[in-house]
């Protein structure tokens, strides 16, 4: 991990499109400013870690999943 120590109203630059400001220090809440394209994605950690785990999850299949969607299909078809 790099670790930086920034004062409020310094920021730092990921790449060259990306800019992160020191807005504030209150106590043990520090308020980010964000500069970025539109088409970046940010997600606070905790909502990252559990899309991350829910998608872990969807992946997987049971073969009583593959049964299901075969019985699914085979309905379809008959109708």
Do not use: C, F, H
Not at 6 to 30: H, M, W
Not at 59 to 78: F, G, P, R, S, Y
């Amino acid at each position: 991990m790099l670790i930086l120590t920034r004062r409020p109203g310094e920021a730092l630059y990921l790449d060259d499109n990306i800019k992160i400001t020191v807005l504030s220090v209150q106590g043990r809440q520090v308020k980010l400013g964000l500069e970025i394209p539109a088409e970046t994605t940010v997600y606070r950690e905790e909502v990252y870690l559990k899309i991350k785990e829910q998608n872990r999850l969807a992946l997987e299949n049971t073969e009583q999943d593959l049964l299901a969607a075969t019985e699914l299909w085979q309905k379809k078809d008959k109708k």
